[in-house]
Structures are given as C-alpha cells and as structure tokens.
C-alpha cells in the first residue's frame, strides 16, 4: 500500500503541484481513507519529500539507460532534453519553482543531491565531447559545467510554466552547445535542433 500511495501521490504533485494537492485528494484519488495515509506518512512534507526522492531515482535510472545507448554527446543531451520534456509535459508549473516557493527546506535537500547528480552528468558529457571531437579540446571543463548548471538552476528556480521552462531549456542547451562545439559538434547541432524543435 505504502508503495501505491508515494506512485499516486509523486503523480499528482507532478501534474498538479505540491502545494494544490491534499492529502483528502490523494485519498480520494485512491479510494482509500486519509487515516490509511497517515499510517505510512506523518504529513504531506515527508510525503513531498518522499516523492521528489522517488522522482531523482527515475529519472537519474532513465538518464543512465540513454548514457547506455551509446549516443554522441551532443545527441545524448538532447534525448535527455526530451525525456524531461515528456516527464514533465503535463504539468502545468516547475516543480522546482513550486518547491522553492512553497517547501524551501525540502528544496534545498533536491538541490543538494541534483547539483551533485547533474555536474557529474555533466562532466561525463563534455569529457566525453572532447574524447570525440564534438567539444574543443582547450575547453576548461569545470567552469563549462558552473556556467550550464547555474543556467538550467535560474531557468527552473524563476520560470512558473512548465511550457516556458522546456523553451528556455532548449535555448540554453543550444547557447551552452554552441559555446563549447568543435565544427563537427555544431553540425551535430544543427541536426539535433531540427529534429528536437518544440
């Protein structure tokens, strides 16, 4: 049961916010009884807390299965684009900028364990772009990922909309792609944005 509630609740706090859903909702939702909740979950904010956990581990398991498909740097960014887009298509605010506005001690704790995740991405990445040709080699890797993690941070900290966010992320793969390619790596690009345009 304990499984089903967080699946449900993770669901409905994606579509429709953290801070709009009730515990009553989920409930009904299930079913269920509110008190068969709170027999798993003392209030919402380890409920909230347990959802964003659960949605790192999805999506940094779906992040792995396309870094395992063996893409070229700059295709495999973009396919991680897509899959964020498709996660998050339906709804209708950030869930950062729900987090941080409504949660913030719960947002501080996501932003601890993504910073981590996502420089590691990150570096994975560009080192790998370097290795083939698609990145320069003089490039200094670390200030490329402050500089792309604190533009994707900004975008999903102070954008409200969703459909706004996944523009202005796009936008920012682009500008980070194109600051850092080879001539190989912006012809890849150039694939990759005609093939991924909203």
């Known amino acids: 049961m304990k499984c089903k509630i967080i699946e449900k609740a993770t669901d409905m706090f994606l579509k429709h916010g953290f801070k709009s859903i009730t515990m009553d909702d989920i409930a009904n939702q299930m079913g269920i009884s509110k008190k068969t909740i709170y027999k798993y ?54 869930p950062l900028f729900q987090l941080k506005k409504h949660y913030p001690e719960i947002y501080e704790k996501v932003i601890c364990k993504e910073t981590e995740s996502c420089n590691h991405l990150f570096r994975q990445n560009i080192q790998k772009g370097i290795a083939n040709n698609y990145y320069r080699q003089d490039l200094d890797i670390e200030s490329s990922i402050r500089f792309y993690y604190t533009l994707i941070l900004e975008i999903n900290e102070t954008t409200a909309l969703e459909k706004d966010t996944q523009k202005l992320e796009l936008a920012a793969l682009e500008y980070h792609t194109r600051a850092i390619a080879t001539e190989k790596g912006i012809q890849e690009l150039e694939k990759q944005l005609l093939i991924h345009k909203l």
């Open 41 to 94: 979950y003392a209030n919402k904010e380890e409920l909230i807390e347990e959802a964003t956990n659960l949605t790192h581990e999805k999506i940094h398991h779906i992040i792995e299965e396309i870094i395992g498909k063996d893409y070229n740097p700059i295709e495999e960014n973009f396919v991680i684009r897509r899959m964020f887009d498709d996660l998050f298509n339906s709804a209708d605010s950030t």
